[in-house]
């Protein structure tokens, strides 16, 4: 996971997964010569996979790649030197897999989550979580620009530390790190991943007994949830 700079406008100094947004150049067609599963990826996730992976490697230095012969980048220092340029420039991330003879692997990632931000919210996102065993080879390191810290860390302990107060932990977040704790080790996250149905979790609020609370889809993976509005940050 990592953390948050302060400075951003969303979810700051908050403990997060990787991510951001599409960019443009991650819907470029060329992808198809430049991944593996291209064709078994189903075209609306292709873009998202690209994203998901680019956005790892600039904010954490890990990068979800395979060489032209088919086995896993283990990374190094020419690679890990050229992350600033990517996040400066997103549309030079198909260049620099080219100039290191590597091609993205989309299936590396298995879908775990899909959360629409509520209506009432004034900025919404659609985002999709994803899992991917993490190369054994390769050092998470936080970019310095958006995240100010990176750390492996147990779901069950990122959310001891957020009951604790040591750490900043969103909602959505919380609810992932509960699903993620449920699996023992990473192999069985995946797995249990592949078999879970998703379930679009769009939360909303509806008034309850004492008040208002927040609500997600029962059926979703998570259980009955029902929050507060008044313990929300």
């Known amino acids: 996971m990592v953390k948050r700079h302060h400075q951003i406008d969303f979810a700051a100094g908050a403990l997060v997964f990787p991510g951001g947004k599409t960019h443009a150049s991650d819907h ?18 292709r873009a998202l996979r690209i994203a998901a992976i680019r956005e790892a490697y600039e904010e954490t230095g890990i990068l979800l790649a395979r060489h032209g012969d088919g086995s896993p980048f283990r990374g190094d220092e020419q690679a890990g030197a050229r992350r600033a340029d990517i996040v400066a420039t997103p549309e030079g991330f198909m260049s620099l ?43 998470a ?21 957020g009951i604790a107060g040591q750490r900043s932990v969103i909602f959505p977040t919380r609810m992932n790190l509960k699903l993620l704790a449920e699996a023992s080790n990473a192999a069985e996250a995946v797995s249990l991943a592949s078999a879970r149905p998703l379930v679009t979790v ?12 927040l609500v997600i889809p029962s059926n979703a993976g998570y259980g009955e949830v029902s929050v507060p509005a008044s313990s929300l940050p």
């Open 202 to 213: 769009e939360p909303r609020m509806i008034d309850g007994p004492d008040g208002r609370v």
């Open 28 to 45: 470029d067609p060329a992808w198809e010569s430049t991944t593996l599963a291209w064709g078994e990826t189903p075209a609306p996730q």
């Open 141 to 161: 390191q936080c970019d310095g620009w958006e995240t100010v810290d990176a750390e492996w860390i147990e779901p069950a302990e990122a959310l001891r530390l």
């Open 97 to 139: 897999l080219a100039d290191f003879g590597l091609v993205l692997d989309l299936a590396a990632l298995t879908v775990f989550a899909r959360w629409i931000t509520p209506t009432m919210m004034p900025k919404r996102f659609d985002t999709w979580f994803y899992l991917a065993a993490a190369p054994a080879d390769q050092l």
